[in-house]
C-alpha cells in the first residue's frame, strides 16, 4: 500500500470527524438514550414521524440566513409570534378547519415579512452580532408581544370571544385550545401508514433512476454510472424493505403504527425545493455572495443591506408558517410561551444535523430533525432507568440542547482565530522573508 | 441653552427616556395614593441586593471581553458556595462571609477557564458567553439534584435533590440588611447593606485607578497598542473574566440574603440580562464603563423596577405587567448598545 495515500485518508477522515463532532458525540448520545430507555422501536418511529414533520419547517427556516453569513437566526421566534398573532385572530372571530388556517397564515405573512424587515434593517446595524441581537430580539419581542396580548387585548383591541379571553375581559388566555376542526387540520387530510408511503417512494425512485438512466443512455450512447450505482442501492434497499415487511413483526407494526401526514409532508417538501430553487437563482447566489463576504459583495455590485434584509424576511415568514404546521399538530398552545423555545430547539437540531454557523442545508435539517427527537423521546426515560429519576432526563435534554448550540459557537469561533492567526503568521513570515531579501 | 444641551448630550438620550418613564411612575405613584415610603423602602434594597451583580459588567467590559453575558457561571459558584454554608449550618453575617469565601475559591477556578475559552473565541464572546451560561445551569440542574447534600433543611423532604427555593429564616435572612438598620420617619435604612455596596464599589473604584487596573484598560480598549507596552492583552482579560465572576458569585450571595432565598434549578438562567441592562441604563457601553455608571444605572434602572410593580397592580390587579415593562426596557437597552457597537468601531 502507498503510505502517502493512507496519510491522505487519515487527514480526511480527522478532517470530517472534526467538522461534525457535534452530530458524532449527539449520536453517541442518543445510543446510549435507546439503550438505556428500552422502548418499543415502533413506539419511537412514529413518535419521530409526529414530530419530524411538525418541526421540520421551522428548522429549514433557519437556513437561508446561515447563506447570508448572518449566523443561526434566533429571530425566528418572532415569525412563530405572528402565526400565534394570526390564529388568535382567527380564533376570535371563530373561523374554523383548514380554511381558517389558510387565514391565519394569510394573516402572520405581513406581519412576519413587516418584523422580518425591522429585524434586518437592525441586524444590519449589528453586523458581526447578529446572533446576540437575534436573541435580545426574541426577547424584547416576547415583552411587547405580553404587553399586547396580555394587556392590550380587551380594552384597546376590541376582542371579545369568551373562548379565548379571560373572565375579566383583559387579556387572552393563558392556554389556547383549538377546537376539533382546527386541531391537526392540515394532518388530517390524507395520513398513510409508512409502508405504503415507503412502496410509493421506491416506485417513484425507481421510475425516475431507470429514465434517467434509459434517457441519458440514447442520448450519450453510454451507461451513465453514477446513476447505475444508485439504481442499485436503491434496489438493494428495497429488496431488504420487502423481506422486512413479509417476514419481520416488528417492522410490520412499525410500519403500521408510523403514520405520515402526507399534507405536511407536501409543504415540508414544497419548502424544500423553494429552498433548492433559491439556492439556483441569481438572488440566491447573491445571498451566498454575501455570506461570503460583504466585501467583494458590495464591490460586485450587490446591495448587501438589501439581501440581508430578504433573507430574515424570507426566514421569518417560513417559521411563521411552521409555527401554524407545530400549532395545529400539538391542538393547544401556551399563549405566552409556545414561541420560547422554538428559536433554541430548531437550532439546536439543525447543528445537530451537521450544519454549523457558516453552512446549512436540507440534509442537515432533516438529519437533524430525527437525531435531536430522537433525544427527546428517549432522554426522561433512560433518566428514569439510569438514575431513578425521569427529571433528570429532562433536565437533561435541556442541556444537551443548550450545549450543543454553545459548542457549535465555540467550534466556529475558535476555527476563525485558528485561521486568523494562520494568516497573520504566514504575513510575519513573508516580511521576515521580505526583510532577509 | 448650549450649557443644557451638552448636558443632555452628556447624559444621553436613552438615559433621558428611562429618567422621564420613571418621573411619570413617581407621579402615579401620587394618584393612586399607593404607600410611598414602603416604595421607597423597597427601592432601596433592591438597589443594593442588585447592585454587586452589575459591578460584575465592570472588569469584563474593561478588560475587552464585553458585557458578560456567561455571568450564570459566577452566580453558579456562589450559589454552590451558600448551599454549603447551609449544608454546614452557618449563621448570621458568619453564614454570608463563609459563602463567600467559598464562592471565591470556585470563581477563580471557573472564572479563569472560562477566561481561557474567552481567548479563543475573540468576537463572539457575548454568544458563546449567553450558551456557556445556558448550558452549566442546566447541568447545574441535573447536579442539584444529584449533590451529596444531606442537611434536611434544604433538601426536598420527599424525593431527590435540593429544594427549588431555600428560604434563609434558619440561617441568615436579611442578616446584611438588618445590620445596624434604622429607620427615618417609616423608611427603613439597611445600614450594612449599604455599606457592604459602598465597600465592592470603592474597591473596584480602586481597582480602575490602581496599575493592574490601568493596565487593564489599556489592554481591553486596544490590545495590540498595548502589546507594545509590554502588556499581554490574553492574561488581562482573564483577570477581568475571573474578577467579573468572583463578583457574580459575591453578587448573588448578596441577593440571596437581601431576598431572602436562594432559587436554584433554572432561576440563575436569565440574571445575566437585567445586570447587563442596569450598567447600560448608566452609561456603560459594550466597551467604556464605570462605577458610576454601575452604581447610576443600577439606581434608575432597579427604581424603576420597584416603583412599577406597585404602580402597575393598581391599574391592573391581575397579571404582572411590572414584569412585561422589566422585559421590555432591559431588553430594549441591550438591544440600543449593540447597535451601537458596529458605530464605536
Known sequence: ?437 | MKKTKRYIQKLGVPRLIMLAFLMILLIAVGILHIPFTLTLSQCIVRVGINIVLALAMLPSIRSGIGMNFGLPLGIICGLLAGMISLEYNFTGLMGILMAMLISIIFSIIVGWLYGLLLNKVKGSEMMVGTYMGFSIVSLMCIAWMILPFHNTGIRWPMGNGLRMTITLEQWYDRALNELWMFKIGEVEIPTGLILTCAVFCGVMWLFCRSRLGIRMLAAGSNPEFSKFSGIDANRQRIIGSILSTVLGGIGIIIYAQGFGFYQLYTAPLMMAFPAVAAVLIGGATASKISVGNVVLGTLIFQSILSVAAPVASAIFPEGNLSEVFRTIISNGIILYALSKIGREE
Open chain 1, 1 to 437: 500500500m502507498n503510505p502517502k495515500r493512507t496519510y491522505k485518508i487519515g487527514t480526511e477522515v480527522k478532517k470530517w470527524v472534526t467538522g461534525n463532532i457535534v452530530m458524532l458525540l449527539f449520536i453517541t448520545i442518543c445510543a446510549i438514550g435507546i439503550y438505556f430507555a428500552a422502548q418499543p422501536s415502533s413506539y419511537i418511529a412514529s413518535e419521530i414521524a409526529i414530530r419530524l414533520f411538525r418541526n421540520l419547517i421551522l428548522i429549514l427556516s433557519l437556513i437561508i440566513p446561515v447563506w447570508a453569513g448572518m449566523g443561526l437566526n434566533f429571530s425566528i421566534v418572532l415569525g412563530a409570534m405572528a402565526a400565534q398573532a394570526g390564529l388568535i385572530v382567527i380564533m376570535n372571530f371563530d373561523m374554523k378547519g383548514i380554511a381558517g388556517l389558510v387565514i391565519a397564515f394569510a394573516i402572520s405573512v405581513p406581519l412576519a415579512a413587516g418584523l422580518g424587515i425591522l429585524t434586518g434593517k437592525l441586524f444590519n446595524k449589528t453586523k458581526g452580532q447578529e446572533m446576540i441581537t437575534g436573541m435580545i430580539l426574541g426577547y424584547f419581542a416576547k415583552g411587547v408581544y405580553e404587553l399586547i396580548f396580555m394587556y392590550l387585548c380587551g380594552p384597546v383591541i376590541p376582542m371579545d370571544n369568551p373562548q379565548i379571553m379571560l373572565e375579566s375581559g383583559v387579556g387572552i388566555n393563558g392556554i389556547i385550545t383549538m377546537d376539533a376542526s382546527l386541531n391537526g387540520a392540515v394532518d388530517k387530510i390524507w395520513k398513510l401508514p409508512l409502508d405504503k408511503l415507503l412502496w410509493i417512494i421506491f416506485g417513484v425512485l425507481t421510475a425516475f433512476l431507470v429514465l434517467r438512466l434509459v434517457y441519458g443512455g440514447v442520448k450519450r450512447k453510454q451507461a451513465d454510472k453514477k446513476c447505475l450505482l444508485l439504481l442499485g442501492i436503491d434496489l438493494l434497499l428495497f429488496i431488504i424493505f420487502v423481506y422486512a415487511i413479509k417476514s419481520l413483526l416488528s417492522f410490520q407494526i412499525l410500519c403500521m403504527m408510523t403514520q405520515v401526514p402526507m399534507v405536511t409532508c407536501f409543504l415540508v417538501m414544497i419548502i424544500c425545493g423553494f429552498i433548492v430553487f433559491l439556492g439556483r437563482t441569481k438572488l440566491g447566489s447573491d445571498i451566498k455572495a454575501v455570506g461570503q463576504s460583504i466585501p467583494i459583495a458590495q464591490a460586485a455590485g450587490i446591495a448587501v443591506n438589501k439581501i440581508r434584509i430578504i433573507a430574515v424576511v424570507i426566514s421569518t415568514v417560513i417559521a411563521a408558517l411552521g409555527q401554524i404546521i407545530y400549532l395545529q399538530n400539538l391542538g393547544t398552545f401556551t399563549t405566552y410561551s409556545a414561541h420560547e423555545q422554538i428559536g433554541t430547539f430548531s437550532i439546536a437540531a439543525l447543528l445537530v444535523g451537521g450544519a454549523s454557523i457558516k453552512k446549512a442545508g436540507i440534509g442537515h435539517a432533516i438529519l437533524g430533525g430525527v437525531l435531536f427527537h430522537l433525544m427527546f423521546i428517549v432522554a426522561p426515560i433512560a433518566g428514569k432507568n439510569i438514575f431513578n429519576d425521569a427529571q433528570i432526563g429532562e433536565y437533561f435534554r435541556v442541556f444537551a440542547s443548550y450545549a450543543v448550540i454553545a459548542l457549535a459557537l465555540v467550534l466556529h469561533a475558535w476555527r476563525i482565530h485558528v485561521e486568523e492567526k494562520r494568516k497573520t503568521g504566514a504575513l510575519v513570515q513573508i516580511g521576515k522573508e521580505a526583510e532577509v531579501k
